[in-house]
């Protein structure tokens, strides 16, 4: 499944691009992330990251890796391994008083044990719907709300 996300900010397309480029900080506004480990790398193109998630399923940890960077404007994130294979890209630029977000991604429930996998298209509808939610954490976040 793919799909885009908007979202407008008020603070510095900077800010929030060196907010979201520091796969550290993933925990703090991605509800199903409870912790990050840098495997290798400095966060430039090629660094990966342990990424330890919980699922409906349960505890799941996927490898993820810097796949572009553009500096102060995009930054792509694939996983490389793990349950539920995805890859985002966030796209910042100024806009008005603040800045705007894209988030193009795209999940599968490909990796998922059993019974899950069968709710894939499922899976992936309630997935983006919590993507929103988790964009909203990052704007009171980035917003200093």
Same mark, same amino acid.
């Given at each position: 499944?793919?799909?885009?996300?908007?979202?407008?900010?008020?603070?510095?397309?900077?800010?929030?691009?060196?907010?979201?480029?520091?796969?550290?900080?993933?925990?703090?506004?991605?509800?199903?992330?409870?912790?990050?480990?840098?495997?290798?790398?400095?966060?430039?193109?090629?660094?990966?990251?342990?990424?330890?998630?919980?699922?409906?399923?349960?505890?799941?940890?996927?490898?993820?890796?810097?796949?572009? !960077?553009?500096?102060?404007?995009?930054?792509?994130?694939?996983?490389?391994?793990?349950?539920?294979?995805?890859?985002?890209?966030?796209?910042?630029?100024?806009?008005?008083?603040?800045? !705007?977000?894209?988030?193009?991604?795209?999940?599968?429930?490909?990796?998922?044990?059993?019974?899950?996998?069968?709710?894939?298209?499922?899976?992936?509808?309630?997935?983006?719907?919590?993507?929103?939610?988790?964009?909203?954490?990052?704007?009171?976040?980035?917003?200093?709300?």
């Amino acid at each position: 499944m793919s799909f885009t996300l908007d979202l407008d900010l008020q603070a510095d397309s900077g800010t929030v691009f060196a907010f979201v480029a520091d796969f550290a900080n993933t925990p703090r506004w991605y509800s199903a992330v409870q912790r990050v480990e840098r495997i290798s790398g400095s966060g430039g193109v090629g660094t990966r990251y342990a990424v330890h998630r919980r699922l409906p399923t349960g505890p799941v940890v996927n490898t993820v890796e810097v796949s572009s !960077r553009d500096d102060g404007r995009e930054i792509e994130f694939v996983s490389v391994d793990g349950p539920t294979p995805f890859r985002y890209r966030y796209r910042i630029h100024p806009a008005g008083q603040g800045s !705007r977000l894209q988030l193009d991604g795209s999940i599968s429930a490909e990796g998922l044990p059993g019974p899950a996998r069968l709710l894939g298209p499922l899976a992936e509808r309630l997935f983006r719907n919590g993507m929103r939610d988790n964009l909203g954490t990052l704007q009171r976040i980035v917003e200093g709300r």
